[in-house]
T-cell receptor
Framework: DAKTTQPPSMDCAEGRAANLPCNHS???????VYWYRQIHSQGPQYIIH???NNETNEMASLIITEDRKSSTLILPHATLRDTAVYYC???????FGAGTRLTVKP | EADIYQTPRYLVIGTGKKITLECSQT?????MYWYQQDPGMELHLIHY???????EKGDLSSESTVSRIRTEHFPLTLESARPSHTSQYLC??????????????FGEGSRLTVL
């Protein structure tokens, strides 16, 4: 099963785009890329997922490289409420890694 | 809104007691998961199930057991609680459509304190 690598923390200015990278160089052809976020001790919240093509929904956009070895989650206009830990998952058994702690600053 | 329920939400118990954390979902999902998380720390997968009579161990499962006798029910049991088991336990479920694991739906969690 593929593992992921994410930066431990990132800052973003309020109103600007937040671009969160994820490396998953060992991903296999049938593994999807999922993104979740967790605010405080609440249960993780689903954001978006994709297989090969870029995806967009009301929360975010997901850009997956052509070789599928990395992806980027884009929050187009970050708000203070987007401060959270963001997790990239590519494993079928849905193991979470350490994630990226995103802090949106005024 | 997710239809996945965990009980109890909060539990304080003495060392050595047997406890069962309940998790039920009404969405007919095949896959169910248990995660353990200490405050400010990573989510650790401790057990998962791909369907009735299927259970798999995760990373921190050696001190707990699960069962999956019915699709909707996935209880977690600690035979002898210890202070090191003090943590939040999160249950989740997902559907499996054409190989896509699908979105995880989480319960509200069970916060366990062992004295």
């Amino acid at each position: 099963d593929a593992k992921t690598t994410q930066p431990p923390s990132m800052d973003c200015a309020e109103g600007r785009a937040a671009n969160l990278p994820c490396n998953h160089s060992t991903i296999s052809g049938n593994e999807y890329v999922y993104w979740y976020r967790q605010i405080h001790s609440q249960g993780p919240q689903y954001i978006i997922h994709g297989l090969k093509n870029n995806e967009t929904n009301e929360m975010a956009s997901l850009i997956i490289t052509e070789d599928r070895k990395s992806s980027t989650l884009i929050l187009p206009h970050a708000t203070l409420r987007d401060t959270a830990v963001y997790y990239c998952i590519v494993r079928v058994d849905m193991r979470f890694g350490a994630g990226t702690r995103l802090t949106v600053k005024p | 809104e997710a239809d996945i329920y965990q009980t109890p939400r909060y539990l304080v118990i003495g060392t050595g007691k047997k406890i069962t954390l309940e998790c039920s979902q009404t969405m007919g999902h095949d896959k169910m998961y248990w995660y353990q998380q200490d405050p400010g720390m990573e989510l650790h997968l401790i057990h998962y199930s791909y369907g009735v009579n299927s259970t798999e161990k995760g990373d921190l499962s050696s001190e707990s057991t699960v069962s999956r006798i019915r699709t909707e029910h996935f209880p977690l049991t600690l035979e002898s609680a210890r202070p090191s088991h003090t943590s939040q336990y999160l249950c989740a479920s997902s559907d499996n459509v054409k190989g896509d694991t699908g979105e995880l739906f989480f319960g509200e969690g069970s916060r366990l304190t062992v004295l």
